[in-house]
């Protein structure tokens, strides 16, 4: 089983090469922000719980959004592998992960993170905010803010795995085309030796 985490700072590129991904390997997509809108919008018992959380303004705890990921998982026992984007964001996601991933008796594969220059992020952020729509592309802090809390957030669990040999950091500059290449070549590189 092919099982990917998929990383990258706002602007990197990630749902493009996330779709990329899923075409070329055949795998089921789990996204933290899908699976928190499915199970709170069709108020399942999980979703409830999310929802009693966040509208305290506190964040929704670790074996809730592991409790919706497992539920995705087992939903679809055809799955060839799964790419994981937005998650774990914690060590002890990582952990909780490895630990459900060890009862299906798979691993996780690989993590690959785009590495793209923060300058390079911010104007492509300030890019897409003149079409996206979205108030938080059109500020330059605000911006700047969420690169410094992905950075945060994601640094301890790529070291995590790459304590397991199973982090990549990835250029993300260059055409879709070209990133595309340098991650199929790096997870390929990753599964064939696992």
Do not use: C, W
Request: avoid cysteine.
């Amino acid at each position: 089983m092919l099982n990917l985490i998929l990383f990258g700072p706002p602007g990197s590129g990630k749902g493009t090469q996330a779709d990329n991904l899923i075409a070329r390997y055949q795998i089921l997509h789990i996204s933290t922000g899908d699976l928190f809108r499915y199970e709170m919008g069709n108020d399942t018992p999980l979703g409830l719980k999310a929802k009693e959380y966040m509208s305290r303004g506190e964040l929704v705890p670790d074996e809730v959004t592991i409790g919706m990921l497992q539920n995705k998982v087992n939903a679809h026992p055809e799955a060839r592998g799964i790419i994981f984007d937005g998650f774990p964001r914690t060590i002890a996601q990582a952990k909780a992960l490895d630990e459900f991933l060890d009862s299906k008796g798979t691993s996780v594969t690989a993590l690959v993170a785009l590495d793209v220059p923060d300058e390079e992020l911010v104007v492509r952020l300030l890019g897409r905010g003149k079409t996206s729509g979205r108030a938080d592309d059109n500020d330059e802090a605000v911006i700047r803010t969420r690169i410094d809390v992905y950075k945060k957030e994601t640094t301890p669990v790529f070291d995590y795995y790459q304590d397991q040999g199973k982090s990549q950091m990835i250029p993300g500059v260059g055409t879709i085309d070209e990133i595309f290449g340098r991650l199929t070549n790096a997870i390929d590189d990753i599964y064939t030796s696992s």
